[in-house]
């Protein structure tokens, strides 16, 4: 009896034990620049995985590369992960240059679609200053030596890992499977899964054993927060919001009481010194915008038939150019946006604010102010002391004059005294 209880439950444990390592696999896709909100993303994306005691997490990587704090802060986050971190290069057309190279290499398991790449890590200067030669070749030296360290601990090729710092090479994925850059090529996540199943990877919480064939996969969306501070935090999107944000205070200034352009001004100015935290920006190109935008607001004052209009588009189109500095790169400003944001503040100074300013000393129309000028005539004839009653649009006015009045003589309004007005015989 004891026999036959011991193999029903041996037999009941072999048919259960796939079940018991059917865990899910959660996957995320990052698209575009690494940059603060993608590190935020991913570092979230682990916790929950590492919560939800998750098989692993699988990170599609679509890069062309990004800031290396933020990818810095990605790659210690994969290696304080508790869960095995699965990044795939996909799907074919992708790539991981730059930063994505060196998320890739800290990966436990680093995959990728036929028709990728991977490469192209050297470091670019980003600040606000050109970096001497003596200093980029120390942040050179210094990426170097980090990609090689990843690319020892995860058993990948150092020989890659630093000429992809020092030389940019970039290699599809057929050359990097060949040189131990990554562990599996495969079609889809289908056939990923399936061929790492089985694999042992070390975490932080020690060595594991994969079980991903049959497991369930469950897909993280990027939140909306993140989402948002990924969008702005773009370097065409940033520009566009500083933009909007200074012509937004610069009418709020002209035109008192509007409201409205200067909290959307406001608003825009903050987004956009919210990213360009993340993106250093040269002071010598905004200090040319800012000379623009001075230009612009002179033309509007002083009469310089366009001079100061057109030069004023001038500066901010070479410091548009000049304020992220760095031609092809992911966190250059396009040329398109460049002369989108030209051409909208011409229309800017040369109408909305020109408009805006030269109202201010528009003759008033409304009120009591308005009827200076205006005509009517005389309801009565004046008395010897030049009070009397006149009609101007249809209303009836106390009035007083110097002129000799007499009903039906008409008349033109010169001043407003409370509810009195002063008039003068029309052509006297």
């Known amino acids: 009896m004891k026999r036959l209880s011991f193999t029903f439950l041996l037999i009941v444990f072999v048919l259960l034990a796939p079940s018991l390592h059917a865990r899910d696999i959660y996957t995320v896709r990052i698209s575009g620049a690494i940059n603060p909100p993608i590190a935020g993303f991913l570092e979230n994306s682990i916790n929950k995985a590492s919560t939800d005691n998750a098989e692993a997490l699988v990170v599609y990587l679509d890069t062309p590369g990004g800031l290396d704090s933020s990818m810095r802060d990605i790659v210690k986050g994969i290696m304080d992960s508790p869960v095995p971190v699965v990044v795939y290069v996909a799907p074919s057309g992708a790539r991981a240059a730059s930063a994505g190279a060196i998320i890739l290499l800290a990966s436990h398991i680093a995959a990728m679609a036929p028709g990728t790449n991977v490469g192209a890590a050297h470091p670019v200067n980003i600040g606000q200053e050109k970096t001497d030669e003596v200093m980029m070749k120390k942040v050179t030296k210094d990426a170097e030596a980090y990609a090689k360290s990843i690319a020892v601990q995860r058993g990948r090729s150092v020989d890659f890992a630093a000429k992809a710092v020092t030389e940019s090479i970039s290699i599809p994925a057929k050359d990097a499977l060949a040189s131990k850059v990554i562990d599996v090529m ?243």
């Open 186 to 428: 495969a079609d889809s996540l289908d056939e990923l899964l399936k061929q790492i199943d089985g694999r042992s990877v070390t975490t932080k919480k020690g060595t594991t054993v994969l079980h991903t064939k049959d497991a369930k996969r469950v897909e993280l969306p990027m939140p909306f927060k993140f989402r948002f501070l990924a969008y702005i935090s773009d370097p065409n999107v940033a520009y566009i919001l500083m933009m909007l944000g200074i012509y937004g205070i610069i009418f709020e200034f002209y035109s008192p009481g509007a409201i409205f352009p200067g909290v959307i001004g406001g608003i825009c100015l903050i987004l956009a010194l919210y990213a360009f935290q993340a993106i250093p920006i040269s002071f010598a190109g905004l200090a040319l915008i800012l000379l623009g935008i001075v230009f612009f607001i002179l033309e509007v004052k002083i009469v310089s038939h366009g001079l100061l209009g057109i030069a004023g588009i001038i500066s901010v189109v070479i410091g548009s150019v000049m304020l992220v500095d760095i031609p092809g790169s992911v966190f250059s400003i396009s040329l398109t946006t460049i002369i989108l944001v030209a051409a909208i503040s011409a229309l800017f100074v040369f109408g909305i604010l020109s408009y805006a300013v030269r109202a201010q000393f528009f003759k008033v129309k409304t009120g009591q102010e308005g009827l200076v000028g205006e005509t009517g005539f005389a309801r009565n004839t004046f008395t010897a002391d030049g009070k009397g009653k006149v009609n101007v649009h249809g209303e009836i006015w106390s009035a007083i004059s110097e002129d000799e009045l007499h009903e039906g003589d008409e008349i033109v309004i010169t001043a407003v005294d409370n509810l009195i007005v002063k008039v003068r015989k029309k052509g006297g």
